[in-house]
């Protein structure tokens, strides 16, 4: 029957065996890995549920043990293949990984605007758009086209520039606190910003009390969430002489 593979932890560790909605978790194990699987009838579909499974039973394993998580959809034959792709043609790897993790999981930040809060504050700092306002309202519809154009371009531009300030600042302050960063691009202009954030076991509670401290500091302007800790996804090294990820970004 194939093989469903969630990720890679060392040898060591008891994985529970539990069915979280891919079937009973399951290991293969060659020398010091542990290949943490499910039996499957055939290929997941991608529905809520599976990716429900996928992500459950790598958070459960992250809390307690170091782990190299696969990207959803990994999918082998059978348990020797697994064996013989996974355990011994990519050890050395795994390994190395699974001691760079050792001691770290990923937080992620998700930072919400909230737009009406923003753009007054954009209106509020700014004279020159307040008087570009006044004179939009001041001007007969047809005449006040030009401008309305002009003050919402302006309006839109600054808006872009307090959420990106905002957005650095609060990755900054969380960044004091975290070996490492992934801060992903502004999709558009009204979207949330997001992050991943590497932080020590030992060091989670300072980080939370941190965002804690940030969303405080936001006074609405943003909400801060936070959730983990997770599997180091965002943070996973390429393979040497492979051209790819170990395991894809979630």
Sequence with gaps: MPIYVYGVVAADVTVPAEDRGLGPVSTVTDGRLTAVCSAVPGDPLGRRRELRAHAEVLSDLCRLHPVVPFVFGTVLPDEERVRDEVLRRRSSHLAAELQRL????????RLVPDEQRLLADVMASSSG???????????????AQGQQLRLGEAVAGGY?????????AAAGRLAEHARDVRLEPLTSPEGDRQAAFLVTRTGLSEFLRA????????????????TGP?????????????????????
């Design 160 to 168: 872009r520039d307090w959420v990106s300030r905002l957005a650095d």
């Design 102 to 109: 050792a001691d770290v999981v990923q937080m992620s930040v």
């Design 230 to 250: 997770l599997p180091p996804f965002s943070f996973l090294a390429v393979e040497d002489g492979a051209g790819e990820p170990v395991a894809a970004r979630r």
């Design 211 to 226: 965002g804690g401290e940030v969303a405080e500091g936001m006074q609405g302007r943003m909400v801060v969430r936070i």
């Design 129 to 143: 758009l307040r008087s570009l306002e006044a004179e939009v309202r001041r001007l007969p519809p047809a005449a």
